[in-house]
Nanobody
Framework: QVQLVESGGGLVQAGGSLRLSCAAS????????MGWYRQAPGKQREQVGI???????NYADSVKGRVTISRDNAKNTVYLQMNSLKPEDTAVYYC??????????WGQGTQVTVSS
């Protein structure tokens, strides 16, 4: 089992920044993928971005240029730095972990609200 604990959400004005963190614990494999998804009210959960254990990243078009995902493998922690936030970024943000031959694990979610 893998446990994911997010932190760093909150209320921010449009144009502001937030940094989310997600600490993974439990049966962590060295080869894995971690990342972030989000779900706005009335919408499906969508990928924000992911990062492999080797540091390769992939971002959704809607956030490219505004967000950066990074990780500290020694701490099993992934970060999401979000800049130039827009009201449409308002959502519950979920941390994600997966590894080869395994399903996905999810955090409990952290609310990000961007006011106009």
């Amino acid at each position: 089992q893998v446990q994911l604990v997010e932190s760093g959400g909150g209320l921010v004005q449009a144009g502001g920044s937030l940094r989310l963190s997600c600490a993974a614990s439990g049966n962590i494999f060295s080869t894995n993928v971690m990342g972030w998804y989000r779900q706005a009210p009335g919408k499906q959960r969508e990928q924000v971005g992911i990062i492999t254990s080797g540091g390769n990243t992939n971002y959704a078009d809607s956030v490219k240029g505004r967000v950066t995902i990074s990780r500290d493998n020694a701490k099993n922690t992934v970060y999401l730095q979000m800049n130039s936030l827009k009201p449409e970024d308002t959502a519950v943000y979920y941390c994600y972990y997966t590894r080869p031959l395994s399903g996905a694990y999810w955090g409990q979610g952290t609310q990000v609200t961007v006011s106009s």
